[in-house]
């Protein structure tokens, strides 16, 4: 028998996908900065010069150090009732990606599972399924979370619950797309042949091949979640005071937009950058792992 | 003169492991009225070859070539709008999958009115009557009625007979033809065949023909290249090809055709031209 | 000897719905079929596309139920449409496909893919399932260290290896390839041919064997079966239907492949050189 060989010179899965995912500047660029907001994360309490729910007696609202009456002690200066700002930011970091990471999760989770139920199934399973999901797709999405925290309570984790069924409908909707494509293919059908049951056949042998739109959905889903939370706690209801929540900050100092803006500018500056360099590195993400687009 | 004519033609695609020469130093030329079969297996370079010609690749090739000239222009370096004027007019091409070549959202006759538009310049009414001669021409019954068909309402054989028609509507000097039968049936393969052939001989057109079969060299073909891995393995009229080749390689794919089996296994083309293995 | 497979006027039918705009019909895509394999032979089926050897293909893997008629696997009636399909009689037919680029699942490793028939229906343990893939491995022809490596790692020939590979892993007693070269070079065919010529010696195979190319029919078949619009226009053996064809499609067939040797150049040069002088 002759003796055969392969490609010696394929790339690793993960050199190939760096290729594709580098092309797009934007994306390296978010994902440098995801990386940044991390590692603040992960290392806010070294990082941060100052306990963030600490009270400074007689220092509220200083201005940043650059200001005349800026004091160096307080790089950002502080907020209405004496807190470091800095501080407060750095320790932000935390909860946002918190939230981010475990609405992502569930909504993908739950999500996921449904998808594959409807588009395995067909028929009333996948009506019922889709119908549901087109009730929740129609609340504008705040409004429902809203009702849904003003049954359960403000807070930040009955925010994430609500903002987790409220993003479910559309990996639902993926995955019930992806799975329907995929389980015509002789792949599939060749485990059937093989004897595969149903779970198998779902879990093992389908789902693994669509998980390329799900995780770029899934990056999309983060950002919109940090957005939402902002957006819950601007408004009262998510995180409560005094929790150094990006969102809630911004609703601590909306009366002070005239007088003093910074209290304003650092917390929304930190969610746009934030929700901006996700949203890049998602683009980039969908670029790399679209199949259609590989060039090569 | 020859009517198409390549020199040295190198090209190179931009790939996430570096570059990859898809043709590498092919020369060849095609006189008017002649058949010229293009033989190759896959990744040979056959089709990049041809696409290069047209100017269809993507934007991540790159063509060289120390000479690339039809009909006495040079189709080196020239601009995209004077290719235009070439392309679809004296120098077409069809190619393998029939269905997906055409436009699904719009009816055979408006895709090829439209090349008469924009080509011939012709109005609306001679427009009509040639696309009408032209699917005659070609063997579609029913012209008229046809003329209103989306692509996915007509068989595969028939959308090849559509594109054929679409190729020669401004009378080419040149047809290249891709693959274009080894998505059909083995019958209407005959058909297709029987069709280019009368149309080639009627028009005294350069046909280039395209196939990895070489049932279909036998049968078509007035000369053979052979490529290889985007080398040009062998060059020779088809009835020495066939008697005596002269290169291992071509005399290894005639051998493997199990019609030339002659024991109970079919030799192998050996280590040195392990094709599908790279 | 009780042949390995034997079809009893097969029948299949789709019913396809009418909707708001188009009627309802049915499409008849075999229309009784009979046919019987012996063991350690090869069954070709030819016809072109829409002639129902794919779909008679998939009845007599058990895919699909079949909507009239007998399938008989070893002697044993099988319809699936009542729920026959035990697991040892799902083990004794497998299926290789055209198509070597899909037939592949591109998550899993060429390793994974062979031990799954295992894992799925027997109690091997882990580490004879790996023994048992790493050798049907080789007996096709690749090598330990591609044991690990992703489908999209590999040539169409060699993914058509790795798919009869998988086939085998369950020791069928009937392998059905349907055009499993017609996607191939000319070549890489040339090696799949014979590693299943090989195979068919070695395990005493029995293929039933869809193809569309007469000269690959040719060189695999014993017994020939040509398909014409769901029915079985030819049956006989390879001799018989290559020498002394009967229907008139299979007279057709014949006359429309083209022939690369050199008679039939020599008298198109002549044909074409007789027309020349003519005008």
Redesign the interface.
Known sequence: ???????S???S?L??FW??FSRNKGAVVGFGVFLLVLLMAIFAPLIAPHNPILLYEGMQRLPPVWSEKGNPMFLLGTDAVGRDMLSRLIYGTRFSLFIGLVVASLSAVDGVLLGVVAGYFRGRVDTFIMRVMDIILAFPSLLLALVLVAVLGPGLVNAMIAFSIVNQPHFVRLTRAAVISERE???V?????????TF?LMFK?IL??CMAPLIVQATLAFSAAILDAAALGFLGQGAQPPTPEWGTMLADSREFLQSNPWLVTFPGLCILITVLAINLMGDGLRDALDPKLK?? | MALLDIENLVVEFQTSTGPFRAVDGVSLNVDAGEVLAIVGESGSGKSVSMLAAMGLLPWTAKVTADKMVFDGRNLLGMSASERRKIIGKDMSMIFQEPIASLNPCFTVGFQIEEVLRIHLRLDKAARRKRAIELFEAVGIPNPAERLGHFPHQMSGGQCQRVMIAIAIACNPKLLIADEPTTALDVTIQKQILDLLMRLQTEHRMGLIMITHNMGVVAETADRVIVQYKGRKMEEADVLSLFESPKSDYTRALLAALPENATGDRLPTIGEIFMGAAQ | MTPVLEAKNIVRNYYLPGGLFKKERTVHAVKGVSFTVEQGKTLAIVGESGCGKSTLARIVTMIDPASGGDLFIDGKKVDIAVGDLTPEIRRKVQIVFQNPYGSLNPRKKIGDILMEPLIINTDTPAAERRELAMAMLKKVGLQEVHFNRYPHMFSGGQRQRIAIARALMLNPRLLVLDEPVSALDLSVQAQVLNLLADLQDELNLTYVFISHDLSVVRYMADDVMVMYFGEAVEYGTRDQVFNDPQHNYTKTLFAATPRADVETIKARLARKNAALVAS
Request: net charge positive; no cysteine.
């Open positions: 028998m002759s003796v055969i060989t392969t490609k010179t394929q790339p899965g050199s190939e290729y594709y293919k002789e792949y059908v060749a485990s059937r042949v093989a004897g595969a049951g198998r042998t693994p091949n060039r090569s």
